[in-house]
């Protein structure tokens, strides 16, 4: 069964700052990746999409990538800024049939001004 | 022109009532799902459908039943409610297959159970 990791749980850094978010999971056969954004009391808005046969994805100050083969996915967040604070989500796409997302419990950041 | 649309937004009831979420997307995606996400913020699938068929049912009570009238609807039913129910629940949808198969997420409905 898919577990997917993410670490660290919380993450606070100051404005300006270049960071690195953390994405495992345990099966290698997946359909795709994509990296989630939630605020508080909110839904989730989609950032990046990685189709399993892709190596990364760029959308901004975002850039993520995936090894499939060593099960991880890094989300870099370039010049950070206080507006990005907000829970980060990974989430793996399954081979199956219906091809549910199977999540990770989520990076807290908070980018101090 | 909200994408994935859900209603209610915030659902407060007692134990043992039944209600009813409402889910609708305008993206003309073949496939819709309900997730639930708990207390710390963990989010599970619960169903998916795929034109209008269920493909998928993880382990949930059966007092959740999942409705799809077409395509661009999936309702959640709920009987005697409970306690442990309360949670937000996720509508999303996507193309089962192809290329472009993001999955768009409704902005959630909250369900508190007293």
């Known amino acids: 069964k898919q577990e997917v990791t993410q670490i660290p749980a919380a993450l606070s850094v100051p404005e300006g700052e270049n960071l690195v978010l953390n994405c495992s999971f345990t099966?290698?056969?997946?359909?795709?990746l994509q990296w989630f954004r939630q605020d508080p009391g909110k839904g989730l808005t989609s950032l990046l999409l990685?189709?399993?046969?892709?190596r990364e994805q760029t959308s901004g100050r975002l850039n993520a990538s995936l090894d499939k083969s060593s099960g991880r996915s890094t989300l870099y967040i370039a010049a950070s800024q206080p507006g990005d604070s907000a829970t980060y989500l990974c989430?793996?796409?399954?081979?199956?049939?219906?091809?549910?997302?199977?999540f990770g419990s989520g990076t807290q950041l908070t980018v101090l001004p | 022109d909200t994408a994935v649309s859900q209603t209610p937004k915030y659902l407060v009831t007692q134990m043992g009532n039944d209600k009813s979420i409402k889910c609708e997307q305008n993206?003309?995606?073949?496939?819709m799902y309900w997730y639930k996400q708990d207390s710390k913020k963990f989010l599970k699938i619960m169903f998916s459908?795929?034109?209008?068929?269920?493909?998928i049912n993880e382990t949930v009570p059966n007092r959740f039943s999942p409705k799809s009238p077409d395509k661009a609807h999936l309702n959640l039913h709920i009987n005697s409610l409970e306690l442990g129910d309360s949670a937000v629940y996720f509508c999303?949808?996507?193309?089962?297959?192809?290329?472009?198969?993001?999955?768009?997420f409704g902005p959630g409905t909250r369900l508190t159970v007293l």
């Open positions: 990685i189709q399993s046969s892709q």
């Open positions: 459908y795929n034109n209008k068929e269920l493909i």
């Open positions: 989430a793996v796409r399954e081979l199956g049939s219906a091809r549910q997302l199977t």
């Open positions: 999303a949808s996507s193309l089962l297959s192809g290329a472009y198969n993001e999955q768009f």
């Open positions: 099966d290698s056969a997946i359909y795709n």
């Open positions: 993206l003309g995606h073949d496939t």
